[in-house]
């Protein structure tokens, strides 16, 4: 169980900072990052802070635009726009078009979000134990970067990788939401995936499943495509195509598309049912084994928001609070 000072500092998290970027001062700062493909989010013991998962290259001759919630790094001999004013650009690219192992993603969001100095880095992973190795080779290390045009030194001295889903089982274990007996599954429903998986009361996993191309992002799409959007969307902006990546945001915004009045709210319920059923079906085909043994699902990650509404009446379930950052929160205070 979580020690008392755990506890409490769990129960007292800072609010949400887009911007705030790390001034480390402490040696071997411990910093939790968990790399989304919506939002990276950052959390280093008193403050959470998120980035968009969206990146656009600029020549590095090219004056970088000053933009909210917004980096300009160079690292490798190439510089990136990252954050959200990189759909800005007609060549953004969304964080989901690429594997999570990948390099330059790692790195990006890593300087965007841990600043300098030295830390201990704590990330997950779906596949913990296959991606440690790679994951420990890319970002242990000193690594040497331009933020803002000024540059920075950081040297991570450990890095520790976790099961994608531990931290938010350790949030809801403090909150006295873990079955003592049986099963409790974990349901992280991401942007591109959705990940399944069941730990006994003591801690273990002991199944798990990644849904790639299932996640929230599979919702947004099916909105994306509907008709009345489409027309709705062409009518605002210049018979302008919705966007996923605008969809996705506005699911944050009150169902409303970038800053035109197309609004999806009247029909998203049904897209959204239909979505969670399909989520659903496919964890109790894949585990049916399980479900008998089952006493808890937990509802967590960037999407999970969407679905506590629907599920708010169901006992076996449970929302959590701040689900976006409940993985990074929660995988801090690993052992």
């Known amino acids: 169980m979580a020690s008392t000072s755990t506890a409490h500092r769990l129960s007292q998290t800072t609010p949400l900072a887009t911007v705030a970027r790390r001034a480390q001062t402490q040696t071997n700062a411990r910093i939790s990052l ?6 990276c989010v950052a959390y280093d013991g008193q ?3 998120t980035l968009r998962s969206v990146y656009a ?3 590095i001759g090219q004056k970088a635009p000053t933009l909210p919630n917004t980096f300009t790094i160079q690292f490798g001999g190439d510089r990136y726009l990252v954050g959200a004013g990189a759909l800005t650009q007609r060549n953004y690219l969304p964080f989901a078009n690429e594997d999570k192992l990948s390099a330059h993603l790692l790195k990006m969001a890593l300087y965007a979000l841990a600043g300098h100095g030295k830390v201990d880095l704590v990330v997950s992973h779906y596949s913990a134990d296959e991606a440690a190795a790679q994951l420990t080779a890319i970002l242990e290390g000193t690594h040497t970067f331009v933020l803002e045009g000024d540059r920075k030194d950081l040297d991570v001295r450990r890095v520790t990788v976790l099961d994608e889903g531990r931290g938010s089982w350790l949030i809801a274990q403090q909150k006295g939401l873990i079955a003592p007996t049986g099963y409790t599954a974990i ?3 991401g ?6 998986s069941f730990y006994t009361a003591d ?3 002991v199944e798990h499943q990644a849904y790639p191309q299932q996640g929230a992002k599979s919702l947004a799409t099916a909105i994306a495509a509907d008709t009345r959007l ?3 969307v062409g009518q605002c902006a210049n018979r302008s195509k919705p966007q996923v990546a605008r969809v996705l945001d506005g699911f944050s ?9 197309a609004s999806w709210a009247e029909y998203f319920t049904e897209y959204r049912d239909s979505w969670f059923k399909g989520v659903f079906g496919a964890v109790k085909t894949d585990f049916a084994h399980l479900l008998p043994g089952t006493k808890r699902f937990i509802v967590t990650g960037g999407g999970a928001h969407l679905v506590a509404d629907k599920l708010k009446d169901a006992a076996a379930f449970v929302v959590l609070d701040k689900p976006e950052i409940a993985n990074a929160v929660g995988a801090y205070y690993a052992q």
């Open 47 to 49: 403050q959470v802070s």
């Open 57 to 59: 290259k600029l020549p």
């Open 191 to 196: 942007c591109d995936t959705f990940i399944t």
């Open 203 to 205: 801690s273990s996993r």
């Open 253 to 261: 915004h009150g169902h409303y598309y970038a800053h035109t009045g």
């Open 230 to 232: 489409i027309e709705a």
């Open 187 to 189: 349901i992280d429903l």
């Open 34 to 39: 968990d790399i989304g493909y919506h939002t």
